[in-house]
């Protein structure tokens, strides 16, 4: 998608970014890119142009005089991909989201040049972290079924949050955030993540080759997770089958960390109590698709976050980011080629 603001004004943030610990950048090393004019691109926006001017930056036309790129549409990559093979003086790219696996196949074929990526990461957390928390008691209440019915439903049905225990696959801004909100409730926290190094707030952390172990005294797995080779369908029909009957899913990360067909199985067949997803796969998710009609499962058209919510958080990580251009500093949202994220 394009962050389409381009006449829009920004209004003051209602959102803070929530980071994670930051991989090492590229600039401890001495290989800082080179600073210069910097360009918004495929389409201007006023809003982000004036985050660039703000921090002292210059904003110019695409032109072999670029040095910095300001990239706001996740549609197309490989357009990014000939904008950098057109203009090899562009040495810093600030993409639009937090998730940058639509540009893997861009930082990849950039591997050779020094290039430095920045993202959303963290950026968006506040949003998608409510988002993530409403679905999650949707799905425990059963609001996806009340909101379906069409006569008085007396069934008693409803799972309370309150002691639970929440499996949280991720441990960047969404899943710290999520973990600050879920704390009233009193809940069990366990995180799954690349390594088992602690999340604050979280009971247990565990790294991704131990989630079987999580599984099954799991209440709600809700994903919050970069989308990589690794944790592409990182969750299926023998995933699903590890937990309790009892239990839901929540995805607000990609939706092809879940296999989608196994999921919907699983709700149908009771092995879950329901699910609720925010992202898809595919996206959009086509009418007549069974995730619009299974009992107790909600999607929601990947609105996690909106562009008015959007737009003054990522014109903040933009100026953060043009005076690390600038100064030569450490950057925020450092994209780490070796890891996809």
């Given at each position: 998608m394009k962050i389409r603001l381009k006449d829009c004004a920004c209004a003051p943030a209602q959102h803070v970014a929530v980071l994670s610990e930051e991989p090492s950048t590229p600039?401890?090393?001495?290989?800082?890119?080179?600073s210069g004019p910097i360009s918004v691109a495929p389409t201007s926006s006023k809003v982000?142009?004036?985050?660039?001017?703000?921090?002292?930056?210059?904003?110019?036309?695409?032109?072999?005089?670029?040095?910095?790129?300001?990239?706001?549409?996740?549609?197309?990559?490989?357009?990014?991909g000939a904008?950098?093979?057109?203009?090899?003086?562009?040495?810093?790219?600030?993409?639009?989201?937090?998730?940058?696996?639509?540009?893997?196949?861009?930082?990849?074929?950039?591997?050779?040049?020094?290039?430095?990526?920045?993202?959303?990461?963290?950026?968006?957390?506040?949003?998608?972290?409510?988002?993530?928390?409403?679905?999650?008691?949707?799905v425990l209440r059963y609001l996806p079924r009340r909101a379906r019915a069409i006569s008085w439903d007396s069934e008693p049905l409803g799972i309370s949050l309150y002691g639970k225990n929440v499996t949280i696959i991720g441990a960047g801004g969404i899943a710290r955030e999520l973990i600050r909100l879920l704390a009233p409730f009193?809940?069990?926290?366990?995180?799954?993540?690349?390594?088992a190094s602690p999340v604050p707030g979280a009971a247990r952390t565990v790294s991704?080759?131990?989630?079987?172990?999580?599984?099954?005294?799991?209440?709600?797995?809700?994903?919050?997770?970069?989308?990589?080779?690794?944790?592409?369908?990182?969750?299926?029909a023998r995933e699903l089958g590890l937990m309790k009957a009892t239990a839901g899913l929540v995805n607000i990360s990609r939706g092809a960390l879940v296999d989608s067909e196994a999921l919907a199985e699983a709700v149908v067949a009771g092995r879950l109590t329901g699910a609720a997803v925010d992202v898809t796969d595919p996206e959009p998710l086509p009418d007549g698709h069974v995730f619009w009609t299974t009992p107790n499962m909600l999607v929601t058209p990947h609105m996690a976050d909106t562009p008015e919510m959007i737009a003054p958080l990522l014109a903040v990580r933009i100026g953060e980011n043009v005076k690390a251009f600038l100064a030569g500093t450490a950057f925020v949202g450092f994209v780490d080629k070796n890891v996809g994220y």
């Open positions: 600039l401890s090393f001495g290989n800082a890119p080179t982000f142009e004036d985050a660039v001017r703000g921090a002292g930056g210059s904003v110019v036309p695409l032109s072999d005089a670029t040095r910095g790129l300001i990239w706001l549409s996740y549609r197309e990559p490989h357009e990014l904008v950098l093979a057109s203009h090899p003086g562009i040495s810093w790219v600030q993409l639009p989201f937090a998730g940058v696996d639509a540009f893997v196949d861009v930082i990849a074929n950039d591997a050779g040049r020094s290039t430095v990526f920045t993202s959303a990461k963290g950026c968006y957390a506040q949003p998608v972290a409510e988002h993530a928390l409403g679905l999650t008691l949707a009193g809940v069990n926290i366990f995180v799954v993540r690349r390594t991704v080759e131990h989630l079987d172990d999580v599984l099954p005294q799991t209440d709600v797995l809700i994903l919050a997770a970069a989308l990589t080779s690794s944790t592409h369908t990182l969750i299926g």
